[in-house]
């Protein structure tokens, strides 16, 4: 690629994790407060109501059966994540939830590999280091001192995790289904999301439960932070490289742990933050 397109490419992706940082904070920040399935519903359907004039926009016919296809794959694998992720956050501290499920970013680079690319060493000492840092970053805060902190903090972490394979799963995704054009990729992935939110609201039997006007406008804000990350990141995707892309779009942590730190005050031990910072640089290196 030319020199102007990987620039582009990497700053719309770099854009793109700016807003799903912004997103995540506000989001996992109210789902403390809010039942998890209001706070999936809001952002979902602010995705749905923004994506239809997006599609209508555009003219383009609907996509082939492979991109369709895999933009629902990419609704799916987003809900996922985002409902274990916005759980995490809520329960665990920010600062060590968000660089843990930044780490899917080795799937897709991982699925390089077995198409037919090869890993530098930099991408393997990467995975060693994120590895590691999740590791670190996984160590009990020494405020969780009774067994329900400890528990807590150990529940965050495996849904971190479990968030971190399903955005792993989305980028993969999102790359194939942006062939059939942005725009499709964002109704179709948010038609997905909102359907397997109200399933599982119908499901579990979640209560209805309407947002007060201010909890309200901060998961609109959420929401729209969201679509438009979806959309930067399916800009990015249409010259760029599954791994450069990808990468810089998962260094969105970097928000989620600056915003933390400067509006809930966290702190973090010694050790704890030596993952934190072991895990980004893990992310990053993968890219290279």
């Keep these: 690629m030319a020199w102007p397109i990987v620039l582009d490419t990497v700053l719309l992706a770099l854009a793109a994790s700016l807003c799903w940082g912004t997103a995540d904070f506000t989001a996992g ?5 809010v039942p998890l399935a ?7 359907g602010i995705g ?7 599609v209508l926009a555009s003219g383009r016919a609907f996509p082939a059966a492979g991109p ?7 609704g799916v694998a987003v809900i996922v994540g985002l409902a274990c ?5 809520a329960a665990g501290t920010m600062s060590v939830v968000a660089p843990v499920a930044a780490t899917g970013v080795a799937i897709p680079v991982l699925a390089g590999v077995l198409g037919g690319n090869h890993l530098a060493a930099a991408q393997v000492i990467g995975m060693v280091a994120a590895v590691a840092g ?22 965050s972490i495996v849904l971190a995790v479990v968030a971190a394979a399903a955005f792993g799963a ?30 599982a609201r119908v499901v579990i039997r979640a209560r209805p439960h309407l947002p007060g006007s201010g909890d309200l406008g901060l998961l609109a804000l959420a929401g729209v932070l969201e679509f438009a990350a979806t959309g930067l990141y399916g800009l990015a995707n249409r010259h760029g490289q599954l791994s450069v892309v990808a990468v810089a779009g998962s260094l969105y942590p970097v928000a989620t742990v600056l915003l933390a730190r400067a509006f809930l005050r966290e702190r973090l031990v010694r050790a704890q933050a030596f993952g934190v910072g072991l895990a980004l640089v893990g992310v990053a290196l993968i890219s290279a």
């Design 68 to 74: 369709a296809l895999a933009s629902i794959g990419a």
């Design 134 to 155: 999740v590791a670190l970053a996984s160590r009990h805060p020494s405020l969780a001192t009774t067994a329900a902190g400890r528990r807590r903090h150990r529940d």
């Design 29 to 33: 920040l109210k789902a403390r407060t």
């Design 170 to 199: 989305y980028f993969l995704f999102a790359h194939i289904g942006t062939r059939g054009g942005v725009a499709w990729l964002l109704l179709l992935a948010n038609v997905t999301g909102l359907l397997g939110v109200l399933a």
């Design 38 to 44: 209001t706070v999936l519903t809001v952002a979902q």
């Design 48 to 54: 749905l109501v923004l994506a239809v004039p997006v």
């Design 85 to 89: 992720f916005y759980r995490a956050l």
